[in-house]
């Protein structure tokens, strides 16, 4: 199959279905990568969700994005037809609190497992998150410190 790239984008007439009402399209796009391990082909989207403060208008946003991109995620894995079935949305999803009960956490959850870290400095940033729709009985975990620079870390399927 090879290593393919691309854009997450979701037709203006599907926004609504995506990301509620609310929803106009992503901040920052998310990007897709896809490549081989082994027997599975995995299909990466990197997420940097808009951030914006914390009053419930620039949550409700947020939410939006992260109910979008697990939407997208989601039909994605029901497609028979799509280039792989296995995905997995990484990245900055400017979580509050990463626990039942945050919008932006529930979304992440909802469709399925996932995994987050918050920091425990006070920092607008590197609210990172990991929801999978792959084989794995469990989404890969985030290592406790992750320097600014991205750092790739791999999961075998059992």
């Given at each position: 199959m090879g290593e393919k790239v691309g854009k997450l984008t979701?037709?203006?007439s599907r926004l609504a279905d995506a990301g509620g009402e609310a929803f106009?399209?992503?901040d920052r796009t998310p990007y897709?990568?896809?490549?081989?391990a082994g027997r599975?082909?995995?299909?990466?989207?990197?997420?940097?969700?808009?951030?914006?403060g914390s009053?419930?208008?620039?949550?409700?946003?947020?939410?939006?994005?992260?109910?979008?991109?697990?939407?997208w995620c989601d039909k994605r894995s029901?497609?028979?037809?799509?280039?792989?079935?296995?995905i997995l949305a990484l990245g900055d999803f400017n979580l509050p609190r990463a626990e039942a009960g945050d919008p932006i956490y529930d979304e992440l959850t909802r469709r399925g497992p996932a995994s987050a870290r918050v920091p425990d400095e006070d920092r607008h940033h590197d609210r990172r998150a990991t929801a999978s729709t792959t084989r794995w009985p469990t989404?890969?975990?985030?290592?406790e410190r992750i320097s600014p620079a991205a750092q790739a870390y791999s999961t075998s399927m059992p």
């Open positions: 979701i037709p203006p106009r399209g992503f897709l990568a896809a490549f081989e599975l082909t995995l299909l990466l989207a990197n997420v940097h969700s808009f951030y914006g009053d419930n208008k620039n949550i409700e946003r947020r939410a939006g994005e992260t109910r979008a991109i697990a939407w029901d497609d028979p037809h799509a280039y792989t079935r296995d989404c890969p975990p985030i290592p």
